[in-house]
T-cell receptor
Framework: DAGVIQSPRHEVTEMGQEVTLRCKPI?????LFWYRQTMMRGLELLIY????????DSGMPEDRFSAKMPNASFSTLKIQPSEPRDSAVYFC????????????FGDGTRLSIL | AQSVAQPEDQVNVAEGNPLTVKCTYS??????LFWYVQYPNRGLQFLLK??????LVKGSYGFEAEFNKSQTSFHLKKPSALVSDSALYFC?????????????FGTGTQLKVEL
């Protein structure tokens, strides 16, 4: 079975540029989560969707960050404009059902903003 | 708000010896508890979960965890460690009610198993 697929795996770009991260959840999963992982702050939940609808975006750091889920098989996380402090590994995860179900993580996008 | 504490940044153990990775949690009401493992340059992988019932939960790769409600703990254990178990381990909690399906993760514990 295909797991959660994220692209690109690595992204290096200059400050001020727009960055778009992509995620394809596991087919049939109705929850999708975006996380950010850094050494300083650990694993942070940015936003999550249920049935393509954003439910909680309280973890989105600022207006430069936006996320969409146009359909059940695709989501994007966009940063515009990007800043060096956005450098991190961004993970997408999906799950089926509610809070007692495990989340399945992609292998992440390592983002470096120069 | 819920929280998770993993008091040890790193745990070192010899191959063949038992291992324990500690986790305590704080949540309103009853918890759902999870353990995940992360290998270098990979996403988190689900190991096991506690939902209800038997306090001893068995999971993947020979790992198990014991839920202790009075001590609000959910320690991860394995009877005999392997070098291949070396990885970063995360404990996570979500309240049964009112959590909004959000998991709160601990800061992680690096497990190093040596020959």
């Amino acid at each position: 079975d295909a797991g959660v697929i994220q692209s690109p795996r690595h992204e290096v770009t200059e400050m001020g540029q727009e960055v778009t991260l992509r995620c394809k959840p596991i087919s049939g999963h109705d929850y999708l989560f975006w996380y950010r992982q850094t050494m300083m702050r650990g694993l942070e939940l940015l936003i999550y969707f249920n049935n393509n609808v954003p439910i909680d975006d309280s973890g989105m750091p600022e207006d430069r960050f936006s996320a969409k889920m146009p359909n059940a098989s695709f989501s994007t996380l966009k940063i515009q404009p990007s800043e060096p402090r956005d450098s991190a590994v961004y993970f997408c995860a999906s799950s089926i059902g509610g809070g007692n179900q495990p989340q399945h993580f992609g292998d992440g996008t390592r983002l470096s903003i120069l | 708000a819920q929280s998770v504490a993993q008091p040890e940044d790193q745990v070192n153990v010899a191959e063949g010896n038992p291992l324990t990775v500690k986790c305590t949690y704080s949540v309103s009401g009853n918890p759902y508890l999870f353990w995940y493992v992360q290998y270098p340059n990979r996403g988190l992988q689900f190991l096991l979960k506690y939902i209800t019932g038997d306090n001893l939960v068995k999971g993947s790769y020979g790992f198990e965890a014991e839920f202790n409600k009075s001590q609000t703990s959910f320690h991860l254990k394995k009877p005999s460690a392997l070098v291949s178990d070396s990885a970063l381990y995360f404990c996570a909690v979500s309240p049964v009610y009112g959590g909004g399906n959000k998991l709160t993760f601990g800061t992680g514990t690096q497990l190093k198993v040596e020959l």
